[in-house]
């Protein structure tokens, strides 16, 4: 059952009103253009990064460069330390949210209030770093020719491995990651915190049941059987999945559990064979309320992006997720479909991101390398094609006989 959504969070005290801090804005004439500043994403240098690490957080930076991103912006930090805190992490991850998602600072804060409670019952999350007042975050405002910008600033702990978008990935890890997701979101059922209720984001456009606003955004895609396939995915989920609902089960996703956001480091058994373990999970800023077939639908999806083979993977991350919490009947028969959908979404904002950013366009764009060829062949070979290939191996799971 889905925790209350009233009660109290026993675990970290309110740290009162999230302080604001005026950054001075003239420098941001560097490397931006006015039409940059108009756009939510943000665009800090690297010294006003460093700048801010060192005012907000208090710590002496060495080194600061910026990470990929997509609508927010990250820099990679390295901090000096004093002889007295010398065991203390050294490297941080400095996170702008883009001036909308700045707009919701409430949702922000839960968001890190349950980085810190999946952190304690043993997820390899980050540390959310205090600021010197004490808060998990600090408003930051530009001005800048009289015109004022907001920007939700925290430091989070880096976080060691790579990216399963730069390894091979195995059907045990494929099965590992999906049992991962389950894990996830049963454990955020004992999640309590008055602000969780600000996760029931309306027309939030990373929920899965916000698939037919992509239909403002389908000019992006031109005239072509790439817009024709996401209109059919469109009127499809209006019809076969908008009116299930309500036969899911509730619970709060973290809703991007992508190639890039599962970090993995290997080790070697004792036996000297190498294993590899999920060392991070990155980026809970498209956390909501959805459901749980939403969550299997997504990973499955992003888990997809780097293979060669991509119509098994599905079946090894559903058998991963189903052995911690089992689809019901109506959950398995839509999953097809979700995966189709979350398919469209990320390409279709992908392509719409391009046009606001493209000077952002090779990150915007790493799931359109693969993810246009594997939706058109989901759409080839067919629901039931699929469900065969998906349910069968998760059946062989069971079966103890992995196909």
């Keep these: 059952m889905l925790a209350p959504e009233a ?48 005012s907000v957080f208090g710590f002496r930076v060495s080194k600061v460069w910026p990470l990929p991103s997509y609508d927010d912006q990250n820099f990679h930090v390295c901090v000096s330390r004093s002889q007295d805190a010398a065991d203390g992490p050294a490297e941080y991850v400095l996170k702008i949210s883009n001036a909308e998602a700045s707009k919701h600072p409430d949702v922000i804060d839960v968001q890190s209030r349950i980085i810190e409670f999946l952190r304690a019952a043993g997820f390899p999350t980050a540390s959310v770093c205090r600021t010197k007042a004490g808060g998990l975050s600090s408003v930051v405002a530009v001005d800048r020719d009289s015109s004022v910008r907001s920007y939700v600033v925290r430091l989070l702990t880096y976080l060691p491995g790579r990216p399963v978008a730069e390894l091979p990935v195995s059907s045990q890890l494929l099965y590992d990651i999906g049992r991962l997701a389950a894990k996830l979101d049963k454990t955020l059922e004992e999640f309590r915190h008055p602000g969780v209720r600000s996760l029931r984001r309306e027309d939030f456009i990373w929920n899965l049941k916000s698939v037919p606003l992509l239909e403002q955004y389908l000019d992006a895609l031109g005239q072509s059987r790439n817009r024709a396939i996401v209109e059919q995915v469109i009127q499809l989920f209006k019809q076969d999945v908008r009116t299930k609902l ?39 800023d498209d956390m909501s309320y959805g459901y749980y077939v939403f969550e299997v639908a997504i990973t499955i999806m992003y888990m997809m992006i780097e293979s060669k083979d991509p119509i098994p ?44 950013n493209p000077e952002n366009r090779d990150y915007l764009m790493v799931t359109a390398k693969t993810g246009w060829r594997h939706l058109q062949q989901l759409f080839e070979m067919g629901q039931a094609a699929v469900e065969e290939i998906w349910f069968g191996t998760a059946k062989s799971y069971a079966s103890g006989v992995t196909v």
Aim: glycine residues 8%; negative net charge.
């Design 313 to 356: 993977v599905g079946g090894h991350v559903l058998a991963g997720f189903e052995s911690v919490i089992p689809l019901t009947a109506a959950e398995r028969g839509s999953l097809f479909l979700l995966v189709c959908s979350r398919f469209c979404q990320s390409l279709v904002m992908a392509a719409h991101s391009c046009q606001l």
């Design 7 to 54: 009660e109290a969070y026993p675990t970290t005290p309110s740290t009162g009103p999230m302080e604001v801090v005026t950054f001075v804005g003239e420098a941001m004439s560097s490397g931006e253009d006015s039409r940059s500043w108009a756009l939510a994403k943000p665009a800090f240098t690297e010294a006003q990064a460093s700048a801010l690490v060192e």
């Design 246 to 284: 309500s036969e899911f089960r509730e619970c709060i996703n973290h809703g991007d559990l992508n190639d890039h956001n599962i970090l993995i480091q290997s080790s070697k058994t004792a036996s000297g064979d190498t294993v590899d373990q999920v060392s991070g999970i990155l980026d809970f």
